[in-house]
């Protein structure tokens, strides 16, 4: 079945580490994009990629990083220069044209004690 | 930011219509507008999208005002499992996804 995948769905880390999560999609999708997300709160824009071995910062990119090296994934690393990693990340992939869907991953929370 | 402005909140009743609203009056002739679902502790879910005309789903319907500046999610019969915040998006060519707030719906038996 094509679909899109996040993995771990839950990852704890200690303060100061590098911590990078998965994001696979088997949709043949042009489009990759990372939203964080805290508690009662609404989706924010990390990174997106609409072509492999390119990407661009959304609104809260600092402290975080990503690579398009396949079309098919698109993995976010939480560096330590994030200073408050603990939230709810989101990955999504899509065609390009504005009437498709986008489809979304189960998340991953992310813990940093 | 988000080119969408929702209410924070709405209630409805079990088995009654409902309406959720968004306005979009910075709306271009080219952005589809697109209706998201997310459940507690899920990734967000497609709804519906529609670009001029009103369009119906098993889901639910859209309705799209003539000049395109808003527009009403319509769920027929809420359940429980209709409970979610819903998020209305505008889509164009190449355009990077911005979420609003959203609008959390509840449900009362």
């Known amino acids: 079945d094509g679909g899109i995948t996040q993995s771990p769905k839950y990852l704890f880390r200690k303060e100061g580490q590098n911590v990078t999560l998965s994001c696979e999609q088997n949709?043949?999708?042009?489009?990759m994009y990372w939203y964080r997300q805290d508690p009662g709160q609404g989706l924010r824009l990390i990174y997106y990629?609409?072509?492999?071995?390119?990407?661009q910062k959304g609104d809260i990119a600092e402290g975080y990083s990503v690579s398009r090296e396949k079309k098919e994934s698109f993995p976010l690393t939480v560096t330590s220069a994030q200073k408050n990693p603990t939230a709810f990340y989101l990955c999504?992939?899509?065609?390009?044209?504005?009437?498709?869907?986008?489809?979304f991953g189960q998340g991953t929370r992310l813990t940093v004690v | 930011d988000a080119k969408t402005t929702q209410p924070n909140s709405m209630e409805s009743n079990e088995e009654e219509p409902v309406h959720l609203p968004c306005n979009h009056s910075?709306?271009?002739?080219?952005?589809?507008i697109h209706w998201y679902r997310q459940l507690p502790s899920q990734g967000p879910e497609y709804v519906i999208h529609?670009?001029?005309s009103n369009v119906n789903n098993r889901m639910a319907s859209l309705a799209i005002a003539e000049d395109r500046k808003s527009s009403t999610l319509i769920l027929h019969r809420a359940t429980l499992r209709d409970a979610a915040v819903y998020y209305c998006?505008?889509?164009?060519?190449?355009?990077?996804?911005?979420f609003g707030k959203g609008t959390r719906l509840h449900i009362l038996p």
């Open positions: 999504a992939s899509s065609f390009l044209e504005g009437n498709t869907e986008a489809f």
């Open positions: 949709l043949n999708h042009d489009a």
């Open positions: 990629s609409q072509i492999v071995n390119d990407f």
């Open positions: 910075t709306i271009s002739g080219t952005d589809y």
């Open positions: 529609g670009l001029t």
């Open positions: 998006i505008l889509r164009d060519l190449d355009d990077k996804i911005i």
